[in-house]
């Protein structure tokens, strides 16, 4: 075992029925009452250290942990003297930025809940209905935006209609600049956060709304200060280092505001926002710079942000020694990594001649704050999410219909008490134990052996049945069609409920489409030289020897791309299959007509 990493320790009881329960043999360390401690720990012992940067020019603004602090606590004076609090949440429609980072904070410190939205809430016309429900579930009392004009449409929406605007750029009449905040006020900040504690609202955040209306997740403070104590507790080199991070994730999620910001904050080091995306192009190009100016000891992305940042890499001899120069961990989540991925990093650590990085990943929701389970040993491969944070009970029940399989259910400190306003949502997510039901499946790595890892397996809910009666595991099904299509596929849906064979709807990468030609038929499919090269890339998958709820028999590869503003696409950037399914119905019943002509049938024409 690496002496940097603490090797995974879990306790297991298993149940008469079969239900396993599993909890960390660690315990959970002295927690935070509150995200203010953090502040004033870090403006005392390191005043002068960059906390949050931001690009501006050719270089970056920077806040030092002293200013931040001066700040937050004038703007958490400046809401106080308005009156508002617990009761009166602002919404936040712009992405990540300093001044929304000390707005967030200022907040925080006062006692008053933030909701930050998806950005495409308001900038995308047809997603602003998404923006119109927020507004009246959470009945604001402050909106904010950094730029008045981009967002001047959405804070025109009717919901907003009284509702004091506050921009840090082009105000519309009657806003508020956000300068005028930083002004201060006569209330007592220091008293108010002294009131602050672990069950004041901290956050409400959205859920992606995949089957219904977004949901808003009560966030406390609780919640944020034991995760991170949690997260603490299991990486030891965050607290024996000042992490520092380059990180786009959007802070209306909880991976990038709720786990990344606050491993910032709670352990003093600094987060300089990437405002580019792991989306090819400008945007890439903008995240490569950005590293070209700035080091970091962690890098949190999506798999398809590391794989297109290995490419980088390999070609760029000068940014890998900075890249792995120092580099503690890499951390994937919202989809599995490719193993390729995963080996190509070892391999160009190992060059370097450090220490490898622990390549890692975990699991977790809204509703946990995030972090739940985590490798924080290295795993011998990538898929597995690793083993229950301190303080948390996993509540393992079986898969009636799948042996080896469990619904993963949790309950501690860190876990949601419920959601905003919605007590019959808040009723329905608790098992009569008090464990939180999430919905997703998990499998032991080894079934013997718990410290070996869990293995996430899917969505209960995404699963179907074929006509045979057999189940299909959608998400896993998923997650094995992307990896061999890459990096053709940005994305896709598994078919096939109620029918007698598996298929996939795909969404081409534009790249990939634009390169191979791909021609629209006219009615929703593309035909041509990428779909011959995607059938050709799925064809081990319709191996006869896998079984029907293995084998990919077909596929139909879209035209159009998914829509926001019909919620194809969820706050998250994620598809949701639901909809896609139900808004294509037409295609699906195409993809099962073995008499049309842009339907892929898979080992038969690849």
């Excluded at 808003?216 to 030891?236: A, E, K, R």
Aim: hydrophobic share 45%; net charge negative.
């Amino acid at each position: 075992m690496d002496e940097r990493f603490l090797p995974h320790k879990v306790i297991r009881e298993d149940r008469p029925d079969g239900t396993v329960l599993l909890s960390s043999g660690y315990p959970l360390g002295p927690v935070a009452r509150n995200t203010g401690e953090w502040q004033r720990r870090w403006a005392a012992e390191a005043p002068s250290r960059a906390f949050l940067a931001e690009r501006s020019g050719p270089g970056w603004r920077t806040m030092a942990y002293g200013e931040a602090l001066e700040m937050t606590q004038a703007i958490a004076a400046a809401l106080l003297d308005r009156g508002m609090g617990a009761e009166t949440p602002i919404l936040i429609l712009s992405g990540n930025g300093v001044d929304h980072g000390l707005l967030m904070l200022a907040a925080h410190y006062a006692g008053v809940p933030v909701v930050p939205i998806a950005e495409q809430y308001s900038l995308i016309p047809a997603a602003r209905g998404r923006l119109t429900h927020v507004a009246g579930l959470t009945r604001p009392a402050m909106v904010f935006a950094a730029d008045g004009a981009a967002f001047g449409d959405a804070l025109a929406d009717p919901r907003l209609d009284g509702v004091e605007v506050v921009v840090s750029a082009n105000p519309p009449a009657g806003a508020t600049p956000f300068s005028d905040l930083l002004r201060g006020g006569a209330a007592d900040a220091e008293a108010a956060n002294a009131r602050v504690g672990p069950e004041t609202l901290a956050k409400i955040l959205m859920t992606s709304g995949s089957t219904s209306d977004p949901k808003g997740v009560i966030t406390t403070q609780g919640m944020l200060t034991t995760n991170q104590t949690q997260v603490g507790d299991s990486f030891p080199f965050v607290r024996a280092r000042p992490p520092e991070i380059i990180d786009w994730l959007p802070w209306n999620h909880c991976f990038g505001g709720s786990h990344n910001f606050n491993l910032i904050l709670a352990n003093g080091g600094t987060l300089w926002i990437d405002d580019g995306k792991p989306m090819k192009g400008p945007l890439f190009d903008r995240t490569m710079e950005n590293h070209r100016l700035a080091d970091c000891t962690m890098s949190f992305n999506v798999p398809v942000g590391h794989a297109q940042m290995l490419e980088v890499l390999r070609a760029d001899a000068v940014l890998r020694r900075r890249f792995f120069d120092g580099m503690d961990m890499i951390f994937y989540a919202g989809a599995a990594l490719p193993q390729a991925i995963w080996d190509g990093f070892e391999e160009l650590a190992e060059a370097e001649g450090g220490p490898r990085p622990l390549i890692t990943s975990a699991w977790g929701l809204t509703e946990t704050a995030p972090s739940a389970i985590e490798a924080y040993e290295p795993m011998p491969r990538a898929g597995i999410v690793g083993a229950p944070l301190g303080g948390l009970s996993l509540k393992m029940v079986p898969d009636p219909d799948d042996p080896g399989r469990y619904e993963v259910r949790i309950k501690g400190p860190s876990i949601t008490p419920g959601y905003y306003r919605d007590p019959a949502k808040t009723v329905e997510a608790f098992d009569e134990e008090g464990y939180f039901r999430s919905g997703d499946a998990m499998r032991f790595e080894d079934p013997v052996r718990a410290e070996a890892g869990l293995i996430f397996d899917g969505r209960m809910g995404e699963d179907f049945k074929l006509t045979t009666g057999v189940w299909v595991r959608a998400a896993n099904l998923r997650l094995e069609a992307l990896a061999a299509l890459a990096p053709l596929a940005a994305d896709l849906v598994v078919a096939g409920h109620g029918r007698d064979e598996v298929g996939l709807l795909i969404v081409p990468a534009a790249r990939a489409e634009a390169e191979l030609n791909g021609a629209p038929d006219g009615r929703g499919a593309l035909t041509g030289p990428l779909a011959e090269e995607i059938a050709r890339r799925l064809a081990p998958l319709a191996d006869a020897q896998r079984g029907s709820s293995l084998r990919i028999a077909r596929a139909l590869v879209l035209a159009e791309p998914p829509s926001v503003g019909d919620g194809e696409i969820t706050a998250k950037g994620n598809l949701n299959n639901k909809k896609m399914l139900a808004r294509r119905a037409a295609l699906v019943d195409r993809l099962y007509d073995d008499g049309d002509g842009a339907v892929l049938r898979i080992g038969a024409n690849g």
